[in-house]
């Protein structure tokens, strides 16, 4: 068998052309479209993962940002309660200082009413006991009596303090005028001019006396001045007994 070598060498041409025209409209256009499609798939990956770098980034400060709002609402939830504590407690001691003056408000009002129901009570037992003493002196009350009270009060007229004196001879030197002697029972004359004597001779000038009778005054004598008053009998020791018994200790 004879190998045709110039047939050869034109099918091995032909082959190069062949390879050279596939190789350039073939071939290199699918390996260009290859490593485009290469390139995109890199991008692409390398996209994701940025994306998912990102993701995770966001994912992570997501769960430092959600940690952190717990924490900052523990906080306020904690500043909450300590808040409503200490305004719950000061409202307590509010109410109990508020309690604590309706209290003492209480007491005292209390204290008033049970110092005016004895002070009422006071009262109405010294009115009564007064007007028994005076019922029970009125029953001794009489002429005797009357003359050993007004007996006891010419001696104490005798002991009056020279500046009441003093005041009494300047107002009576002022404005003069007549003393009023008032008696339980009717004095004689000699009784009479023995209290005009004496009260004469205190101020160291006349003194001129009107008398009067008055039984209210139970037993005694009872003397007006100008401004000055003497009292030595009965009514007016038990009225001023009872006066003294409601002044405070």
Not at 158 to 177: S, T
Not at 181 to 202: F, M, W
Request: glycine content about 6%; some cysteine.
């Amino acid at each position: 068998m004879e190998i045709n070598w110039s047939t050869f060498l034109l099918e091995i041409l032909n082959f190069l052309v062949l390879l050279w025209i596939l190789k350039r409209f073939l071939y290199q256009p699918v390996l260009d479209t290859l490593a485009k499609r290469r390139a995109g798939v890199e991008q692409t990956l390398a996209s994701a993962q940025a994306a998912k770098a990102e993701a995770e980034a966001l994912q992570a400060q997501y769960e430092n940002r959600l940690v952190q709002w717990n924490a900052e609402r523990e906080a306020a939830r904690e500043g909450l309660r300590r808040e409503i504590a200490e305004e719950r407690g000061r409202r307590h001691a509010a109410l109990e200082q508020e309690l604590e003056r309706e209290r003492e408000k209480a007491r005292v009002l209390d204290e008033k009413q049970r110092a005016d129901s004895l002070r009422k009570y006071q009262e109405t037992a010294l009115a009564q006991g007064e007007r028994f003493v005076a019922r029970l002196l009125s029953g001794f009350a009489g002429p005797e009596l009357e003359s050993r009270l007004f007996d006891l009060a010419l001696s104490q007229l005798d002991g009056l303090p020279g500046e009441r004196l003093d005041a009494i001879r300047l107002a009576c030197e002022e404005a003069p005028e007549a003393a009023e002697a008032s008696t339980a029972y009717p004095l004689d004359a000699a009784s009479r001019n023995r209290l005009s004597d004496k009260l004469s001779g205190l101020l160291g000038l006349p003194v001129a006396c009107h008398f009067k009778e008055d039984r209210s005054l139970l037993a005694g004598l009872h003397v007006t001045l100008g401004p000055w008053v003497f009292q030595a009998n009965l009514r007016d020791e038990i009225k001023g007994f009872a006066a003294s018994a409601h002044e405070p200790d």
